[in-house]
Nanobody
Framework: QVQLVESGGGLVQAGGSLRLSCAASGRTFSSYNMGWFRQAPGKERELVAAIWRSGSSTYYADSVKGRFTLSRDNAKNTVYLQMDSLKPEDTAVYYC?????????????????WGQGTQVTVSS
C-alpha cells in the first residue's frame, strides 16, 4: 500500500507562485511513476504533469508548459510541482498520484494510488 500526502495549496493572485509537495510512504518510491492531476468544478480530472521512475523524463500538459516544473527527490520520497505565473484557469483541486504498473502513464485509470487533494485558487 502507498500513502500519498499533498501539501502547499492555497490562495494566490494571478502571476504568483505556489509549490506543491507530495510525500509518499509504503513501497519503494523510486519504482513509481508520479503524476499531478487537477480537477476543476464540472470538469474532468486532467493530467498536469508527470515524472517517470528514473526522474529523467517528464510530461507537461500544453496548458502549463513553461510555467510548471515537476521534480522528484527519491531520497525524500517526495515529488514537487513548482507552479509559476499562475492564472485563474489554474484554479482546481490538485491531486498527486502514483503508478506502479506502467512504463508511462497519462490517464487517471492508470494510476493506482491517490492523495486526498489540495485546493489551489488563483484570483484575478
Amino acid at each position: 500500500q502507498v500513502q500519498l500526502v499533498e501539501s502547499g495549496g492555497g490562495l494566490v493572485q494571478a502571476g504568483g507562485s505556489l509549490r506543491l509537495s507530495c510525500a509518499a510512504s509504503g513501497r519503494t518510491f523510486s519504482s513509481y511513476n508520479m503524476g499531478w492531476f487537477r480537477q476543476a468544478p464540472g470538469k474532468e480530472r486532467e493530467l498536469v504533469a508527470a515524472i517517470w521512475r528514473s526522474g529523467s523524463s517528464t510530461y507537461y500538459a500544453d496548458s502549463v508548459k513553461g510555467r510548471f516544473t515537476l521534480s522528484r527527490d527519491n531520497a525524500k520520497n517526495t515529488v514537487y510541482l513548482q507552479m509559476d505565473s499562475l492564472k485563474p484557469e489554474d484554479t482546481a483541486v490538485y491531486y498527486c498520484a502514483a503508478d506502479v504498473r506502467h512504463l508511462i502513464a497519462t490517464r487517471p485509470y492508470e494510476y493506482d494510488y491517490w492523495g486526498q487533494g489540495t485546493q489551489v485558487t488563483v484570483s484575478s
